[in-house]
DNA sequence: AGGTTTGATAACCTATCGGTTAAATTAGAG
DNA sequence: CTCTAATTTAACCGATAGGTTATCAAACCT
């Protein structure tokens, strides 16, 4: 995996299997059965999908019999979250408002 | 590249090297060579991170003179706010809840 | 026109990624 | 104790990522 944990984490969403494990995940945990479910993919591609989402702290792995379900940890998106917030101002700004409303009034 | 864009975009995000170019480029525009500055890396190595970020909707390209500027796009990183949206919840304790609720109220 | 500066392409190399099949592990059920 | 179900591990494979060096292209400056 990756040394920093940002890149790993951004890593592991730079795949829509993974984000969509995530996606059904967010409705509750789940044993690797069920997430592999919805895939064209072997059971072991997916333990090798939940294997990154856990590096990248974005899920934990639980016991229950020979279940091991996943959960979403907020950990790993929050890491994101966190990331992005410094880049907020480049989409919500007055100012890119602005930048669009005269873009627009010249082009007309 | 991928074929779905925030699955690109992720993956944009997943390089130190790129986010540091994001960075650099949140104070503003800048042409390659200031980009690459920073890093040990050949310059081949640097346009081939400038095209992933375009590929990404992350940055745009401008032309001064013999000058290739790179600039933020917006598009990119709201792609990934939005996304994370979805998620918020799952980071935020009804405490942050009542944090956003009272500096919404605030801003009016 | 010729040279310099700035950046992009081409061709190549190695490591990692995302998948496979086959075998091993772990836990519950008779 | 054996059988079966759920999941992981191992070994392998083709494609892509991220880097290199060498070469090309365009724009500026005499």
Redesign the pocket.
């Known amino acids: 995996?990756?040394p920093d944990p940002l890149s790993a984490t951004f890593?592991a969403l730079?795949?829509p299997?993974r984000r969509a494990i995530l996606a059904r995940l967010a409705l509750g945990e789940a044993?690797?059965?069920?997430l592999?479910q919805p895939f064209?993919?072997?059971?072991?591609?997916?333990?090798?999908?939940?294997?990154?989402l856990e590096g990248a702290g974005l899920i934990s792995?639980g016991?229950i019999?020979?279940?091991?379900?996943a959960k979403l940890e907020a950990a790993g998106l929050k890491a994101v979250s966190d990331w992005l917030g410094e880049y907020r101002r480049f989409w919500e700004s007055r100012f890119d408002d602005l930048d669009d409303y005269l873009q627009q009034i010249q082009g007309e």
């Open positions: 995996m990756q890593a730079a795949d299997t044993p690797v059965g069920e592999a064209a993919m072997s059971g072991p591609a997916v333990t090798k999908h939940l294997k990154v792995r016991r019999g020979q279940q091991r379900p």
